[in-house]
């Protein structure tokens, strides 16, 4: 195995990414979810490393990626997506998101079908509205102090984009995901922070959308990494 790693200039930032070669047919590109950042899938890296070249990326305003200019917005993030693997020469690559990241493929994929194998969109949302209600209020709480800590001391601005994102974030339609042409996982808890009725509405606006409901909350990946990966890897090396 080797690793090249950097980073790629996208606008006006700076995104780092990592390229494990595994010397595999297929390339599988891990986005992480929102105030994380790629170190957080290591030990997916390394049970994935098996079976598919890793692409892991540190999205814009996260980990070892810069804000660039302006606020982070998850529609940036996509085109980052777009730049690190054209400049890769990657293609037909399969992507795999986690919340945020999961968020930011949505937007990514109808845009971009020609460089997408298959899908994995795990405890994603169209928007605010797909949050449970408990979550919905402490979202809302977070982001309105998030807010006045900034209005206090502006070094905390990076914390009220993160707050941003979840709350203002995504503005998806199901039209518009209905565009995905690959072949896409949608997975979710069923102690999610996502209601079940909104991940029901994302599967079904796929054309070629399969549910997994699994017992756990938003973080059971990191929770149970081989039991995930298993899940996936069965998805993503099925060819029917």
């Given at each position: 195995?080797s690793?090249?790693s950097g980073?790629?200039?996208s606008?006006?930032?700076?995104?780092?990414?990592?390229?494990?070669q595994?010397?595999?047919?297929?390339?599988?590109?891990?986005?992480?979810?929102n105030a994380?950042?790629?170190?957080?899938?290591?030990?997916?890296?390394?049970?994935?490393?098996e079976?598919?070249n890793?692409?892991l990326?540190?999205?814009r305003g996260?980990?070892?990626?810069?804000v660039?200019?302006?606020?982070?917005?998850?529609?940036?993030m996509?085109?980052?997506?777009?730049?690190?693997?054209n400049?890769l020469g990657?293609?037909?690559v399969?992507i795999?998101g986690?919340?945020?990241?999961?968020?930011?493929?949505m937007?990514f994929a109808?845009?971009?079908?020609e460089?997408?194998?298959?899908?994995?969109?795990?405890g994603?949302?169209?928007?605010?509205?797909?949050?449970?209600?408990?979550?919905?209020?402490?979202?809302?709480?977070?982001?309105?102090?998030?807010?006045?800590n900034m209005?206090?001391?502006?070094?905390?601005?990076?914390?009220?984009?993160y707050?941003?994102?979840?709350?203002k974030?995504?503005?998806l339609k199901p039209?518009?995901?209905?565009?995905?042409?690959?072949?896409?996982l949608?997975?979710?808890g069923?102690?999610d922070m996502?209601?079940?009725?909104?991940?029901?509405?994302?599967?079904?606006?796929?054309?070629?959308?399969?549910?997994?409901?699994?017992?756990?909350?938003h973080f059971?990946?990191?929770r149970?990494?081989?039991?995930?990966?298993?899940?996936v890897?069965?998805?993503?090396n099925n060819?029917?």
């Amino acid at each position: 195995m080797s690793v090249h790693s950097g980073k790629i200039r996208s606008g006006s930032a700076q995104i780092y990414y990592e390229l494990h070669q595994n010397q595999k047919e297929k390339t599988l590109v891990l986005l992480h979810g929102n105030a994380e950042s790629s170190e957080r899938f290591a030990k997916h890296a390394e049970i994935f490393g098996e079976y598919f070249n890793i692409l892991l990326i540190d999205s814009r305003g996260h980990g070892l990626s810069t804000v660039g200019d302006g606020d982070l917005s998850l529609d940036k993030m996509a085109v980052d997506l777009e730049n690190i693997l054209n400049t890769l020469g990657l293609e037909k690559v399969h992507i795999l998101g986690f919340s945020d990241g999961a968020n930011t493929a949505m937007i990514f994929a109808p845009k971009n079908n020609e460089l997408i194998d298959k899908l994995v969109l795990v405890g994603g949302n169209l928007d605010y509205s797909g949050f449970t209600l408990q979550t919905k209020a402490l979202v809302a709480i977070g982001y309105f102090l998030a807010w006045i800590n900034m209005k206090v001391d502006k070094t905390n601005r990076i914390n009220y984009e993160y707050y941003y994102l979840m709350f203002k974030e995504p503005h998806l339609k199901p039209y518009y995901i209905n565009k995905i042409q690959a072949k896409t996982l949608v997975m979710a808890g069923d102690k999610d922070m996502i209601s079940r009725s909104h991940t029901d509405l994302i599967v079904n606006s796929i054309k070629n959308g399969i549910l997994k409901i699994y017992r756990g909350d938003h973080f059971y990946i990191y929770r149970q990494p081989e039991e995930f990966c298993k899940y996936v890897i069965n998805f993503l090396n099925n060819d029917e």
